[in-house]
């Protein structure tokens, strides 16, 4: 009993001296795992499963192309029906231009893109999507961006409201909301586009904007009775002369192709006035612009043929 003793003891002995087994391989730390710090890992976008039909949302790029952050307008009925107005960053998603690889960069206001995701829309404005796999675009002259089509004529639109805003300040001064009527610029506008330029021009001066012309402002109960004119007789009670606007001021943009029906030009011409207005001694207008569209380029300008103000 005594030998068996001993030599119990000495196995305990040897077992507590030996070193710490190893784990087993399974059992070692992996990349990924919250023991192994990965710096600056890029992340992949979404790609679709093998029975994955994507959806697809054609759209115009309204704006944000110098930094990634598009303005979408959609083209076409729309998939979800109303103005189908879309922020997506581009940054780290697939690009293609014209049939080649690209890169984000590479796109330019005004291109026509397709853009890939699963179908998921959220509900904000403007809506934002879901899982997005990737964005094809088309520069001008190819099938989707033909020559003689109105590119980014929305960019030219921002920077007639832009510099309107800049005119008489004193107008636009400490207002909280904007009214903005599009109903008549000359281009063919789509209702998203309508909206997306709207989004953007409050976004831009820090105010809300409601779109709508002068009398469907009015009805909606805008407007309120002017305290600085008088209007004269022969005034309709629908003339902006009877009215002011306290907190607010309404841009417009309207076609004045009518003055220039017998004149020809070589390349397409749009025609416009741009106006501001608050009340009857408060108004600011670009009289008889014209902008002229370079084939296969994009709008670099516009002219004014006079300035008044009231």
Partial sequence: MKIYGILLALCLCLSACGGPAEA??????????????????????????????????????????????????????GLYGGAGVYRLSVKDLPVTLDGQTAEAPALEDGMTVDVSFNGVVMESFPAQLGEVYGVTAWSIGTEKNPGGSYYDLCGLYLQVLDDLWE??????????????????????????????????????????????TFDELKEQGYFSASSVSTPKPGDGEDSPLWY???????????????????????????????????????????????????????WSGYQIGSEMIS
Avoid at 30 to 57: F, H, M, R, W
Avoid at 167 to 193: C, F, H, R, V, Y
């Fill in 24 to 77: 087993p391989a399974s059992e070692a730390p992996t990349p990924g795992s919250p023991a192994v710090q990965v710096e600056n890992p890029k992340q992949s976008p979404p790609s679709l499963a093998e029975d994955e039909e994507p959806t697809i949302l054609t759209c115009h790029i309204v704006d944000g192309a110098e930094d990634g952050n598009l303005l979408l307008a959609e083209l076409g009925e």
């Fill in 167 to 212: 005119k008489d300040k004193g107008l636009n001064e400490n207002i909280t909301i904007a009214g903005l009527d599009l109903s008549q610029a000359p281009g063919e506008l789509t209702e998203s586009e309508k909206a997306a330029l709207g989004w953007r021009f409050g976004e831009t001066h820090g105010v809300e904007v409601v779109t709508g």
């Fill in 244 to 298: 002011q606007w306290e907190d607010g001021c309404l841009f417009s943009i309207k076609s004045n192709e009518e003055m220039h029906v017998e004149e020809v030009y070589s390349l397409p011409t749009i025609f416009f006035d741009a106006e501001k207005w608050r009340s009857p001694l408060g108004a600011y207008c670009f009289y008889d612009c014209s902008a002229v569209w370079p084939e296969f380029g994009t």
